[in-house]
Structure formats: structure tokens, C-alpha cells
């Protein structure tokens, strides 16, 4: 416990601080190219919809 | 002082102590009692069998700064060989007796006859009140003056069998009840038990302690082989190594009783082995296998007996591999709750085991006379490492101490050469191994846990902890799930620095679901993040009443984005409901670069399973221990 106790404070800090969260459902993707932008430069992208039953 | 001649053989006799009314004759031993002025003789008296006592007449001690002389020697015997009493008178005129047994010495004092005890109503083991202390009966006997010398209070008959009961009391109080040949109103003798150095008297003036007896045949009596007794003094009963021969030791000769089944493999401690434990340098001179039998099986163990000129006898316990060294103890030292628990020195013990002992196999010498086929009353009491142990016969009852010990530290105190016997099972007063350990554990974890905390809270105040995007979102009741209508645009907001995202969302859908899709998205690089929470609510009634379930917020974190301009797009899905009163709405909350508090909590989980574990290996161990306790 003497060393344990102090690995996990090592791991807490690196993973809080990275901010990296495994656990959750997100996905990575990129908008195409051809997208146009609305009001504010706002890249008006209606495909790609994954969601929903 | 009264001087006069003996009536019997005409030698010089004195009284120098006033209250000495009988003196014996060091010429013919002739009991002569003063009459007034007149000496008479009372017949005659056996004379004092040299024993190992360091004590004798005309010596001067100080017990409390009150100085005494010892004036009087007295042997009494039982049958299984005498003891010494020491008859002193103090300068201050009070008296008592000295006694001794097995290298103890008890001072007592004369209280008076004790009325309503009877001799029939003290059985060794209980408990009595008398002169407003707690006492314990250890011991039941009678015996005779067989032999005395120098000055006596009363006369004595070496015809008369006289009863006495011996108890402890805490702090090595000690009581003597003297029933004499009556059954009843006993001389109530109370004292202390004093270590020789304690009696005050010097050095000079005791006899010199090793002082062996001479048997005149030191060879065993059945088959010639040589014996050499290694405390002869104390030695009543010696079994011949050779051929098993049990003998009877006394004044000084060996006497055949029976032959004895000897030990089938030899000793672990081989007889007159020397070793160091406790301080002190002990001989083995004696071994005893005992036995009880539990539910129709037998469970043997070997008991090795020391001694040590000072500090007397003490044992050696091997049971299934585990040793356990036990030294006599004062029954009034403990407090009992017989088959509960014993408290000895602060310590509670909790009662393990009691069963019926009974001596099997004997080899060596013993300062009692040892039968086998002997049965005594175990009670076994333990608080690892430690155990108080309670044997009870008829007539006797005896306390022990015990301490376990490691294999190792036996086999290196006596030097053996051959490998100690594998321990099996868990001993009753073995250490728990894993709770030496659970309060570093314990420690450690409260130290690390209390680092997790400052560091949480210093990780938590260092964050930005940004709300980048608050809204409230509608959908119009006309909306399609899942298409462009139900889909909503943020205004763009910029991330200063990478960092993780932390996404609530809450609505207040009625007897539905509502599912958000969120697509944060990067307006530099194009990059999006996709993410999808569900909320929902559902109300209603069935035969146990009304029921809700419901989801009405959702929160999830993001993995790290880069800094940048971001917009969030939200896509609502939901059941399509043509008739949807008025329109949904949901609130949606970005916090940029905040703690996950789901780190905290797992690595809180990971600190305390160390703790849980050692609790758990702990508790198991104990487990296996109790399981074998019979009370």
C-alpha cells in the first residue's frame, strides 16, 4: 500500500490533467469540405447523423 | 531466652524466640515442649532431608524494613516428597511461615481461624471471597510434619494428616486455609508470593543453591543405563530414556513403578538439550505427549519440559508443527469467565478450546509425580500470540502464560540440527500474519486518500472550469426527429487552450423520450466530435398506484480538443407525434477544461482496495482459526 497508494495519486493526476475520458460513447469524424457556411462563418452540416432509435 | 536440657538425651536446648513453645533437639531430635519453667519431651520427630532450599535456621532477613529470624524448619510430605516451611519471628514480635515450591517462596502471616468454610465446599479452580479479596483456589491437598527442626509455635504430630486449601490473589497475593484434621473453621494464613532477593536476606547467609542430592544409584533400575538427572532435587518421578522404565525419585533413591510405551520417533529437543529463550538458559529434562480426543479423534501434542535453576520450570508445547512457550502463571492474576474469556494484564482472551487432556507417552525427569493415563480439564484462552492456559485436576488447578513462537526460533534457541516439522493448520494462538500488516495498510491508505483530496481540490481550483455554451434549444412541434428541422446551430464560441469538455443536457420531455446528438464541431480544421445523451420521463398508473420514471438530465465528458473556434450542432430525435401539443424544449451546457470527478472516484475505489483486501485475507484467517475452536 506504501508505493500502491501513490501510483494511483500518479495515474489520478496524469489522467485528470490529460483530461482523456476512454469511457465515454464519443466518435471522432470531419465535416467534408463542401459544407457551407452560414451566418458567423458556422459550417452549416446537416449530414452525418448517427443518434436517435 | 530459655535455656534447659533435652528430656530425652540431656543436650543443651534453647528457646530464643518468645513465641515458640516447642523446640526440637539437633542431637535426638526429640520434640521438647517448655511446661512453665519445665521442659518435657512430646516424643520424637523426623530428621530434615537435605533439600535444594537456599534457606536455613538463624538466618536474617527483612521483609517490608522489618527485620526477622528464620527460627523454626518444618518438611511436610503427601506422599510425592516433602516440601520446606519456614517458621520466622520478627523483630516486632509478629511471626509467619516461610514456604516454598518449585523455587517460589510465600511469606504468610497468621489471620485467625476463617468460620463458615468447609473443606468439602473448595474445589480447585473456583472462586472464593475471603478478607475482602477475590481469590482462586489452585490447589487441595493434606499432608504430615514428617520431619522439623529448631523452634516451632505448637507442638507437632507426625500422626495427623492435616487438609489445607492454597488460593491466589491479584499481585501475588496468596492464601493458605489450614483445616488441620477438621473439616471446618480453617487457621486462614494470607501472604505474598516473594522472589528469593525479595526476602532480604543476604548472601552470606543462605545455603548455597545448587546443592544435589546423591542417589545412590543415578542408573536406571531396570535396565543399568545411566540417567543423569538433571534436576535431582526437584525430580520425583524420571522415565529412562532407554528402555521406558517410569521410576519413582526420592530421598535420594530410584524404585521401579512400570514400564511405559516410549516415544516412536525421537525427540525434536532430544533430553538434556540446552537453549536460550527468554533470557535465560533452560535444560530439557522431561517430554510428555498428551492427547484429547474430540468427537471420536484424537489430536496428539508433544510438551517439553524445562528448567532453569532460578527461574524454575517452565514448557515447551510443539502441536501439529507450532510451538507455544508456556510459563506457570498465578491463578489470581487472571480473571476468569470460565468458557468465555480470561483477563490477564489488560488484555482480554477469548476461551478457544476446552477439552480433556490426557498424558500418553512420558520420558525424562518431572518435579510431580506424572502417571499416564493422567487427565486433567484444558481450557485454552488466546490473544494471539498469547494464550492462558487452565488445567485442572481434583486436587490441583494451574495457570500457564503461553507465547507462540516461530519454528525458527525454536530450532535456533536449542541448536537443532534437523529440520523443524511442517506446521499444518492455524494454532489457536498463532499471529494473524496478515494483521500485523493491516494497520500500515490502514495508515498508508488514510496518508494517500488525504493526498487524493489535496490534489483533487488543487487540480479541481487550477482548472478553467469554462462554461463556453448555455442555451436553451426548441423544437418546433412540427419537426421531424432526426432531420434538418429538428436540427440547431450554436453561435460559435473559441476554446483558448486544448482541454476535456464536459457536456449537460437537460429537458423536460412529458411521456417521452428525447435523444440529443451533438456534433461539436471544429471550424478551422472541420474536426467533429460526436456525442448522444437521451432523455426521458414517463408517468402513469397501474394496481400498485402511480409510477414515474424518468431521465431528465444527462452529462458526459469529451476528451481533449485543441484550441479553437467551435460551434455545436444539436440534432434532436424523438417518437414522432403528429398531434404534439406545443413544442419541446432542452437546455445544453459545454464546460471546457474541468476535472472528470469519475477519476476521483476510481481512484478512491483503487485506494481502498488494498485496506478491503488485507480486511478481508485478515478475517479469513481468523475464519479458519475459530473454525476449530470448540466452545
Redesign the interface.
Known sequence: ??W???L??L???A???????????????????N?RR?P???????G?????? | MTQGKCPSCGAMVEFTAGSAQVVVCGYCQTVVARKGLDFESHGKIGSIVPTDSPLQLRAEGRYRKAAYTIVGHLQKDHGAGPWDEWYVEFADGRTGWLSESEGAFHLMFDMGPEEGVALEDLHPGERLHLRDRAWVIEERGHGRVVAAAGQLPSDVDPTQDAWYVDATGPKGAFLTLDFGTRGHSPEAFVGEALKLEQLGIPAGQLRPRVRKVELQQARCTQCNGNLELRAPDKTLRVACPYCGALLDARQGKLSFLRMLQKPSRPLIIPLGTKGKLDGAEWICIGYLERSCTVEGVRYPWEEFLLYNASRGFVWLMNSNGHWVFLKPLPAGDVSLSPDVAAFYEHRRYRCFQHVTAVTDKVLGEFYWTVRVGERAEASEYVAAPYSVNVDATDDEVSYTHGEYLEPEVVKEAFGLQEPMPQREGIAPSQPNPHQSGLRSVFVWTGLWILALFVLAAVLSLTAAKTVVLEEAVVIPPDATPGTPGAMHFSEPFELPKRGNMRVEISGTPFNEWLGIQGDLVNQDTNDVVLFYEELSYYRGNDGDGEWTESNMSASTYLSPVPAGKYALRTTASFAANPVRPRPMTYRVKLIHDTPNSSWFCFALGLMVVGPVVALYRSHSFETRRWAESNV
Open positions: 500500500m506504501k500502491f497508494g501513490g494511483v495519486l495515474g489520478y493526476a489522467l485528470t490533467i490529460s483530461g482523456w475520458s476512454p469511457f465515454t460513447k464519443e466518435e471522432r469524424d470531419k465535416v467534408p469540405g459544407v452560414g458567423g462563418g458556422v459550417l452549416l452540416w446537416t452525418g447523423y448517427m443518434g436517435g432509435k
